[in-house]
Nanobody
């Protein structure tokens, strides 16, 4: 089992920045693929970014160049630095963990563990 806990969400003006954190505990070595997803009201949960084996990163086109995913293995932490935020980035952001090689990184079905989510609101 892997437990995930997000923090760092909040209210920010358009153009501002936020840094989300995800604390992982438990059998983290079994889930080396760590991702961030988000879900806006009335919409499906969508892929934001993923880091595998603490090295390989993939981003959604909508956040590429603005968001940066990173990890600190010593602390079992994953971060999402969000810059140049836009109102359309408003959503609940979820941290997720899964095994490498379990399929597309973009699909929620390929992640076994999820955090409770943290709200990010970007005002215009």
């Amino acid at each position: 089992q892997v437990q995930l806990a997000e923090s760092g969400g909040g209210l920010v003006q358009a153009g501002g920045s936020l840094r989300l954190s995800c604390a992982a505990s438990g059998r983290t070595f079994s889930s080396p693929r760590m991702g961030w997803f988000r879900q806006a009201p009335g919409k499906e949960r969508e892929f934001v970014a993923v880091i595998s084996w603490s090295v390989v990163t993939v981003y959604a086109d909508s956040v590429k160049g603005r968001f940066t995913i990173s990890s600190d293995n010593a602390k079992n932490m994953v971060y999402l630095q969000m810059d140049s935020l836009k109102p359309e980035d408003t959503a609940v952001y979820y941290c997720a963990a899964g095994p490498v090689g379990s399929g597309s990184v973009y699909s929620v079905q390929n992640y076994d563990y999820w955090g409770q989510g943290t709200q990010v609101t970007v005002s215009s």
